[in-house]
């Protein structure tokens, strides 16, 4: 038997993995994929049980999508038996079929699980993929919740995913869809954290952690940026009593002089607006404005515990948005550490702000072969794809295309828009070298032209906004649980895999 049980202190889920050898469940629940033809899988696992004939009363034919549950007796126990059908005309995806069900069992008290696949012919990597999808379809945030609160519930506790090579499939979680679902996790729980436990500073310690598992992390303060004449940044945070931060972080997997690849994370731990106060309804989701800085903290966390072979730097710029005496104007005229100023005309288009200073500074001390920047950037970005697509944005078409196939392979979808002159106009201002707001017409994408200003012509770079994809009040993906989705992870590791490791 092989297993991977999952204790980290960072993590709020308790569920664990176990990948073994195939035979019937004893205790739970049991899922079982159905290969061709409607006596296949369930009958050899539970032959005595008469799931043939419950089969037969569902209509259920082994056709792909068809499914029915019942209770067996196995032995001394009573197991829930789900059986869904493999289907054989398309590619079965085996980690949407088990977090689906996983998903289902919520609530139920169920707390063991066991996933047929030898019965097919589920790859280890199929296998890997099933345990993923369980542990997304099962996490829950329950840090702040009570004993007596917890005691109500009896979520699912272990699963085990039962295949012809268990030693295989093992390999394959540890080597990459373990670290992945570990990234995904720490994304979420950052993203579900209260703005009173995630702030600049203890944002800042919390990812200082990181160091105990081989990431080289550095924390500058306001002092550091004000002599990097980080304006832009820090007449963000001005108005909070919570200092500011920036946050490097270096995974040094690859060969000693190559180019790194550069994620910049948008880190606004709370978004009050500022001066530009926003409205009191929602404004506590305003929390997760932090999304773009927790998938490259999730995914730098990923990249290290799957030993990934490439050089990644991570940079996030940490502030709070808070309105006071002190605050920055609707107005005001800040110079950037690019040397190029800025005329605010609104205190709640912040995030720009921020990503301006941390790329200029990662671009020109690092020189990275790529730069990808994620924030929780616009409202308009929603307007215009919903909750499916983060938006992308890109100087550069290759660019643009290797980020386009990660997001299909890794299930973190994007869809490009343009940047064109015509928009970055919008931008100009008579008082300073730009404003930073284009108006109503196109928010997504003059937000985009502000961030390019600040690149360069010679680094390709592109600007995710996940404002729809980060943080969801409702949610259709069984894999998704909680408000924080932790997108963005997959999506990374699954761009650096490809294009950034030997």
């Given at each position: 038997?092989?297993t ?19 035979e ?11 290969d ?38 196995n ?19 085996y ?53 007596a ?8 506790a ?31 729980d ?10 600049p ?24 940026m ?56 929602n ?34 710029g ?31 288009a ?15 001390k690092?020189?990275?072969?790529a730069?990808?920047?994620l ?17 992308l ?10 980020i386009s196939?990660?997001?299909?392979a890794?299930?973190d ?27 109503r ?26 404002a ?5 009040n409702q ?18 590791n ?9």
């Amino acid at each position: 038997m092989a297993t991977s049980d999952n204790n980290s202190a960072d993590l709020t889920e308790t569920v664990t993995v176990t990948f073994v050898k195939d035979e019937a469940a004893t205790q739970g629940a049991a899922l079982v994929i159905a290969d061709h033809g409607k006596n296949s899988g369930y009958d050899r696992l539970y032959p005595n049980a008469g799931l043939d004939a419950v089969a037969e009363a569902t209509g259920f034919k082994g056709k792909s999508g068809q499914k029915f549950s019942t209770f067996v007796s196995n032995g001394d126990a009573t197991v829930k038996v789900y059986v869904r059908a493999r289907g054989t005309s398309e590619t079965f995806d085996y980690e949407m079929a088990v977090a689906e069900t996983a998903k289902a069992m919520t609530g139920s008290g169920i707390r063991n699980l066991t996933i047929h696949l030898g019965g097919s012919d589920a790859t280890a990597d199929d296998a890997a993929r099933a345990a993923l999808g369980a542990r997304l379809a099962t996490y829950a945030f329950n840090r702040h919740k009570s004993k007596a609160t917890l005691s109500k519930t009896k979520p699912l506790a272990a699963v085990h995913v039962a295949t012809d090579d268990p030693d295989a499939a093992q390999k394959a979680y540890d080597n990459y869809y373990g670290p992945i679902g570990d990234g995904i996790v720490f994304a979420r729980d950052l993203v579900n954290e209260p703005p009173n436990v995630i702030f600049p500073a203890n944002y800042a310690a919390r990812l200082q952690t990181l160091s105990e598992i081989g990431v080289e992390v550095e924390v500058l303060g306001e002092a550091e940026m004000e002599a990097l004449g980080m304006w832009a940044l820090l007449g963000v945070g001005v108005g909070s009593e919570r200092e500011s931060k920036l946050v490097v972080m270096h995974w040094n997997g690859g060969k000693k002089g190559d180019k790194p690849a550069m994620l910049v994370g948008k880190g606004v731990t709370f978004d009050s607006g500022g001066i530009s106060l926003k409205p009191g309804a929602n404004m506590w989701d305003m929390k997760g404005d932090m999304g773009g800085s927790a998938a490259v903290s999730g995914t730098m966390m990923a990249l290290a515990k799957r030993k990934a072979k490439a050089n990644v730097i991570g940079i996030i710029g940490m502030v709070e948005n808070m309105p006071d005496g002190r605050a920055q104007n609707p107005g005001d005229i800040v110079t950037s550490m690019s040397g190029q100023t800025i005329e605010v005309q609104n205190t709640d288009a912040e995030g720009r702000l921020v990503l301006a200073d941390a790329l200029h500074y990662g671009i020109t001390k690092y020189k990275p072969a790529a730069v990808i920047d994620l924030a929780t950037l616009t409202g308009a970005i929603i307007i215009a794809l919903g909750h499916d697509h983060a938006g992308l944005f890109s100087n550069d078409d290759g660019l643009a295309e290797q980020i386009s196939l990660a997001g299909e392979a890794s299930t973190d979808k994007v869809w490009r828009l343009p940047l064109a002159k015509s928009y970055d106009k919008l931008l100009n201002s008579p008082n300073a070298d730009m404003k930073n707001i284009g108006g109503r017409a196109a928010g997504s994408i003059t937000a985009a032209q502000f961030l390019k200003r600040f690149v360069g012509k010679d680094t390709p770079w592109a600007h995710l906004d996940i404002a729809g994809t980060g943080m969801k009040n409702q949610r259709t993906d069984p894999r998704e649980t909680t408000f924080g989705t932790g997108f963005g992870v997959r999506l990374l590791n699954r761009w650096i895999a490809d294009n950034h490791e030997g």
